[in-house]
Nanobody
Framework: QVQLVESGGGLVQAGGSLRVSCAAS????????MGWYRQAPGKQRELVAR???????NYADSVKGRFTISRDVTKNTVYLQMNNLKPEDTAVYYC?????????WGQGTQVTVSS
């Protein structure tokens, strides 16, 4: 059982920056990867960024060069630094933890980018 608590969402103007955080608790030692996904109204949930237990990362093409995923293993926390935000980044951002046998999702945090 893993619990994910997200924070840091909010409203920001285009070109601004925001950092969202996801703190994992419970069986956090069993997590093999964590990622951020987002879902905009009327669209499918999509991968934004992912980081594995070994530190490997991957990003959606739309956010490469603007977003950075990182983690603090001592705090069991993953971060998503979002720079040069665009209105199309507006979505609910979800944290996801991956275990060998299943995944867990956070409740989501709203990120709204105004033009």
């Amino acid at each position: 059982q893993v619990q994910l608590v997200e924070s840091g969402g909010g409203l920001v103007q285009a070109g601004g920056s925001l950092r969202v955080s996801c703190a994992a608790s419970g069986s956090s030692s069993s997590i093999i990867a964590m990622g951020w996904y987002r879902q905009a109204p009327g669209k499918q949930r999509e991968l934004v960024a992912r980081i594995t237990k070994s530190g490997s990362t991957n990003y959606a093409d739309s956010v490469k060069g603007r977003f950075t995923i990182s983690r603090d293993v001592t705090k069991n926390t993953v971060y998503l630094q979002m720079n040069n935000l665009k209105p199309e980044d507006t979505a609910v951002y979800y944290c996801r933890s991956e275990l060998v046998w299943r995944t867990y999702w956070g409740q989501g945090t709203q990120v709204t980018v105004s033009s």
